[in-house]
């Protein structure tokens, strides 16, 4: 998930229809106050039901809003600062491609390099891929395998999944398109990406970042992993609203390397890191010192991945597309480079216009609220200085998320309703238990728990929960990890015994984040 896919790549375009019927002018906001912003965001924060939330603003090279609101944890009441510590989950992919671009600066890479060239172990899912594949393929979403393909190595957090079961995971999945042709977007090769930088480097892709990007920048509260903070008094607490109301959940644990999604960081060091990059990589009193060259800014904010352009005619925008860790687009004649992130109870967007020299970075801590306030809260930003109305983002995000999740929530009624109506269907437990296997994921197993089906993940122990009969060989899995709506269906292959032999699987709600891959399993029963 550590791009949230539900709202804040939908945040814009899925209004398109409610904006073709309400395009009538209100009151225009011009270039909003502090004080604006204060009551935008303590609107934002209470209609979401956010626990708290941080933002930034630069403009012109100058931070003219920087503050926090709400609670870094219900629990502690702490209010949250613009020093408050948040994962910024995908908004770290920058981070990567920086490091990276750095790397090539030196000599030490180019960018077409083959990844084997640095990983020799690297296996695509065919020789050309594993042939062709260069450095900026593993950062631009188009490498023909499906949206979130083997996040369920490290989604939930907690499994043991190591980077060598990284790199040899793809040659095990299936393609969903040609290579470089499509749009998919994609964590773990960001991941490989991490590993290439610590073999070029020589030291951890940790090590890399704090010492080449975030110490020169004097981002002095960031870090590039979390057992590098030593003081954790002004932490954000993960929360969730899942459940109906706000509670805190645990965080979410980073494995293997934090390319994808790693980086703890603040709006106030935040505001340096946005700076930089309006720089085209140049920082310091005089601009005279240089983090990455004018080239490889150019190449980070230069489109590799075409995306369909947003047709929201509010905003006039001809192109879309992924650049190398941005997300880059024209909007009423000015380039937008964003990025959004999400892990469980951490949503984050970094939005910057650099024609306007303006960035903003919001950082929330509660799932699902925090995309809707960071979306809300940018574009009416971003409106005001793009010389647009007053849209009424927060009222219209309010309205449009509530659908979305009564939707869902009703889909999943129903599927635990015919559950209920067939707890007395007789099943033969003893032909569905036993030890199933996928060639990435690795071992599960299906056993009986007080007269019920169970199943357990070996690798990932939070997937791990009772199994109800649904409907002919299927059963719905309710997970006892419960900090996210990831309850799955299970639908078992019989031979002609009756015995299963194979189990496919799928989410059970249409709003399930995208990272519970578990349409890409082919589980087969081992003989034990």
Same mark, same amino acid.
């Given at each position: 998930?550590?791009?949230?896919?539900?709202?804040?790549?939908?945040?814009?375009?899925?209004?398109?229809?409610?904006?073709?019927?309400?395009?009538?002018?209100?009151?225009?906001?011009?270039?909003?106050?502090?004080?604006?912003?204060?009551?935008?965001?303590?609107?934002?924060?209470?209609?979401?039901?956010?626990?708290?939330?941080?933002?930034?603003?630069?403009?012109?090279?100058?931070?003219?809003?920087?503050?926090?609101?709400?609670?870094?944890?219900?629990?502690?009441?702490?209010?949250?600062?613009?020093?408050?510590?948040?994962?910024?989950?995908?908004?770290?992919?920058?981070?990567?491609?920086?490091?990276?671009?750095?790397?090539?600066?030196?000599?030490?890479?180019?960018?077409?390099?083959?990844?084997?060239?640095?990983?020799?172990?690297?296996?695509?899912?065919?020789?050309?891929?594993?042939?062709?594949?260069?450095?900026?393929?593993?950062?631009?979403?188009?490498?023909?395998?499906?949206?979130?393909?083997?996040?369920?190595?490290?989604?939930?957090?907690?499994?043991?999944?190591?980077?060598?079961?990284?790199?040899?995971?793809?040659?095990?999945?299936?393609?969903?398109?040609?290579?470089?042709?499509?749009?998919?977007?994609?964590?773990?090769?960001?991941?490989?990406?991490?590993?290439?930088?610590?073999?070029?480097?020589?030291?951890?892709?940790?090590?890399?970042?704090?010492?080449?990007?975030?110490?020169?920048?004097?981002?002095?509260?960031?870090?590039?992993?979390?057992?590098?903070?030593?003081?954790?008094?002004?932490?954000?607490?993960?929360?969730?609203?899942?459940?109906?109301?706000?509670?805190?959940?645990?965080?979410?644990?980073?494995?293997?390397?934090?390319?994808?999604?790693?980086?703890?960081?603040?709006?106030?060091?935040?505001?340096?890191? %946005?700076?930089?990059? +309006?720089?085209?990589?140049?920082? *310091?009193? /005089?601009?005279? #010192?240089?983090?990455?060259? =004018? &080239?490889?800014?150019?190449?980070?904010?230069?489109?590799?991945?075409?995306?369909?352009?947003?047709?929201?005619?509010?905003?006039?925008?001809?192109?879309?597309?992924?650049?190398?860790?941005?997300?880059?687009?024209?909007?009423?004649?000015?380039?937008?480079?964003?990025?959004?992130?999400?892990?469980?109870?951490?949503?984050?967007?970094?939005?910057?216009?650099?024609?306007?020299?303006?960035?903003?970075?919001?950082?929330?801590?509660?799932?699902?609220?925090?995309?809707?306030?960071?979306?809300?809260?940018?574009?009416?930003?971003?409106?005001?200085?793009?010389?647009?109305?007053?849209?009424?983002?927060?009222?219209? %995000?309010?309205?449009? +998320?509530?659908?979305?999740?009564? *939707?869902? /929530?009703?889909? #999943?009624?129903?599927?635990? =309703? &015919?559950?209920?109506?067939?707890?007395?269907?007789?099943?033969?437990?003893?032909?569905?238990?036993?030890?199933?296997?996928?060639?990435?994921?690795?071992?599960?197993?299906?056993?009986?728990?007080?007269?019920?089906?169970?199943?357990?993940?070996?690798?990932?122990?939070?997937?791990?929960?009772?199994?109800?009969?649904?409907?002919?060989?299927?059963?719905?899995?309710?997970?006892?990890?419960?900090?996210?709506?990831?309850?799955?269906?299970?639908?078992?292959?019989?031979?002609?015994?009756?015995?299963?032999?194979?189990?496919?699987?799928?989410?059970?709600?249409?709003?399930?984040?995208?990272?519970?891959?578990?349409?890409?399993?082919?589980?087969?029963?081992?003989?034990?």
């Amino acid at each position: 998930m550590f791009k949230n896919n539900r709202y804040s790549r939908k945040g814009t375009t899925i209004l398109t229809s409610l904006l073709f019927i309400c395009l009538a002018s209100t009151p225009t906001f011009a270039q909003l106050t502090s004080q604006k912003i204060d009551l935008l965001m303590e609107d934002a924060l209470t209609k979401f039901k956010v626990a708290g939330a941080s933002i930034a603003i630069v403009k012109d090279g100058k931070i003219i809003h920087q503050k926090g609101y709400g609670v870094a944890s219900i629990e502690t009441k702490k209010a949250v600062n613009e020093n408050t510590n948040f994962q910024i989950a995908s908004n770290s992919k920058a981070f990567t491609t920086a490091a990276l671009s750095i790397l090539e600066d030196e000599g030490k890479l180019k960018w077409t390099d083959k990844v084997k060239d640095h990983i020799p172990e690297f296996k695509m899912y065919n020789d050309y891929v594993t042939e062709n594949f260069n450095i900026q393929d593993l950062l631009t979403h188009r490498s023909g395998l499906g949206l979130g393909v083997g996040d369920l190595m490290f989604f939930p957090d907690g499994s043991n999944f190591t980077i060598k079961d990284v790199l040899n995971s793809f040659q095990y999945f299936k393609p969903v398109s040609a290579f470089r042709t499509q749009y998919d977007y994609d964590n773990l090769l960001y991941i490989v990406a991490g590993e290439l930088i610590a073999r070029t480097s020589g030291m951890s892709y940790e090590a890399f970042v704090q010492k080449r990007i975030i110490e020169p920048l004097q981002m002095n509260n960031s870090f590039a992993a979390s057992n590098l903070i030593k003081d954790k008094s002004n932490l954000a607490v993960a929360h969730s609203s899942e459940s109906g109301t706000i509670k805190t959940i645990d965080s979410f644990g980073i494995q293997m390397n934090g390319a994808a999604g790693g980086i703890i960081s603040n709006v106030a060091d935040m505001a340096k890191w %946005m700076t930089v990059a +309006m720089n085209k990589g140049q920082y *310091g009193p /005089d601009l005279k #010192t240089t983090l990455f060259s =004018e &080239k490889n800014h150019n190449e980070m904010w230069r489109i590799h991945t075409v995306e369909e352009a947003d047709q929201n005619p509010r905003y006039n925008s001809h192109f879309r597309g992924y650049g190398l860790g941005w997300e880059l687009a024209d909007v009423k004649g000015n380039l937008e480079v964003s990025h959004t992130g999400g892990l469980p109870g951490m949503l984050s967007i970094v939005k910057m216009y650099p024609d306007q020299n303006l960035g903003i970075v919001i950082l929330t801590n509660t799932q699902n609220g925090g995309a809707g306030l960071f979306i809300a809260v940018s574009n009416a930003i971003s409106d005001s200085y793009l010389g647009l109305d007053d849209f009424g983002w927060t009222d219209k %995000m309010v309205t449009w +998320m509530s659908q979305d999740e009564a *939707g869902g /929530d009703d889909v #999943t009624k129903k599927v635990w =309703e &015919k559950a209920a109506s067939s707890k007395n269907v007789k099943i033969k437990n003893e032909d569905f238990i036993g030890v199933y296997a996928d060639k990435w994921f690795g071992e599960i197993e299906v056993f009986e728990k007080n007269k019920q089906l169970w199943f357990k993940s070996y690798r990932s122990p939070k997937l791990n929960g009772p199994m109800a009969f649904y409907n002919a060989n299927t059963f719905a899995i309710k997970w006892e990890y419960r900090a996210m709506n990831c309850d799955a269906f299970a639908m078992f292959s019989l031979d002609e015994t009756g015995k299963a032999q194979a189990i496919k699987m799928k989410g059970i709600s249409p709003n399930i984040d995208f990272s519970f891959d578990f349409q890409d399993l082919d589980l087969k029963r081992v003989q034990k």
